[in-house]
């Protein structure tokens, strides 16, 4: 899996293992921390086998595919900061599409043939109808960030309908949030977080002075953005399914997405509330201006993951911030500067 000690990568190694699974971690953790190895190493027990490599580099993945037995690939690996991919758009087309298509011409060279993408809804950009389905049309991307997204969509659908070899899913992720609840792994933001919930934990733990809830004025019940969150946990889960059900096709080239969230739409007001509920903690917040870019709503619908996955989202809201504030307590204030 590349991109394994980052965030969702992270929480997946932890449930491949639970499914019975050998994961092997590949991160170059220019976006990750070596602590991420030391949570897991707690969580599990064991060591987990780790190659430093960055994955647009042909030479060390051809090494790792030659000496590795993979039975599939979980591409998580890309840069993902939509603020920085506006500045520097090169940088997000080089390594999350080329890290893509080295992937692809790897795989049917090395007889691998179950690939899962690491999609995102920001596809769907503002849907007309909610909550979104995956025949939703995608909407063209509000940043370079989402448009690596959407073209490595387009890119894995060209490439399996030239009959390559391979059998693909794209996971469209909601917003996800949380952590384990051993705390022993986390969302770890680099400087100041741009996401919401990482955002409230460090102002909850006086790291920041305020939260800035961006707009007040939208239309939803209290006025604030909405969207699906969804615990990393069971977005991890969600993974596990994924592999087992590509395992299992009798297909040599095949592509379908599908979108991984709670199916429950929840105002930033309404996070900011079941925060203050589930820790106690009072959270300082202000309502300011929009931030531009930002949709007003989106949620999704999650009947092809129950049908075709078998999969649903176990965890609730509630549970989600007590496992993202039990984390930032254990951090106690260690944040990382960019
Ligand atoms: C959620 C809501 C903000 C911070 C982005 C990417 C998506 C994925 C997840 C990578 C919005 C509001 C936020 C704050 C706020 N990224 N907010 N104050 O924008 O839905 O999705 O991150 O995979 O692809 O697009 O997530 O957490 O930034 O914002 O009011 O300090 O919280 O306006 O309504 P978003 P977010």
Redesign the pocket.
Known sequence: MTGGAGFIGSHTVVSLIEAGFEPIIVDDFSNSQRTALDGLRTILGREITCHTVNCTDAAAMHEIFANERLSGVIHFAAF?A?GESVAKPLKYYRNNLDSLVLLLELMPQYGVKNLVFSS???VYGQPKQLPVTEATPRQPAE?P??NT?AISEDIIRDAVRSELPVRALALR?F??IGAHPSAQIGELPLGV?????P?ITQTAAGIRPS?????GDYDTPDG????DYIHVMDLAEAHVQALRKLAESRETSSYDVINIGTGRGET?LS?IKTFEQETGVPLNYTIGP??PG??EK?YADVTKATQTLGWTARRSLAESLQDAWRWQEKLNHKVLEL
């Open positions: 993902k939509v995102s809804c920001t940043s960030y989402g997204k992720y917003n996800p977080p741009a996401n919401l919930v955002f939260l800035m809830v961006y707009g604030t953005c909405i969207r930033v996070l929009r931030r930002d949709i989106v």
